[in-house]
Nanobody, 114 residues
């Protein structure tokens, strides 16, 4: 069983930065993909960024150039560095790990407001 715990959310002003962390524990399959998703009120959950165990990444067009996903395999942790935050980035951010099945964290709230 894999457990995912997100942290790092909070309230920031437009233009500021946050770094989210997703710490994985349990029986983690070596080859996996970890993604950050977000869900704003009244909207569908969407992929923000993803990274493979080999380090390949992909991003939603709305965050390209502002967000960076990275991972520390030794710490079983994936990060999402979010810069130049906008009000439309406000959402609950979830971490998902895909190995032999999907595992989800419980989410962390990011609020961007002046």
């Amino acid at each position: 069983q894999v457990q995912l715990v997100e942290s790092g959310g909070g309230l920031v002003q437009p233009g500021e930065s946050l770094r989210l962390s997703c710490a994985a524990s349990g029986s983690i399959f070596r080859a996996n993909v970890t993604g950050w998703y977000r869900q704003a009120p009244g909207k569908r959950r969407e992929l923000v960024a993803a990274i493979t165990s080999g380090g390949n990444t992909n991003y939603a067009d709305s965050v390209k150039g502002r967000f960076t996903i990275s991972r520390d395999n030794a710490k079983n942790t994936v990060y999402l560095q979010m810069n130049s935050l906008k009000p439309e980035d406000t959402a609950v951010y979830y971490c998902k790990l895909t190995a032999t099945r999907d595992y989800w964290g419980k989410g962390t709230l990011v609020t961007v407001s002046s």
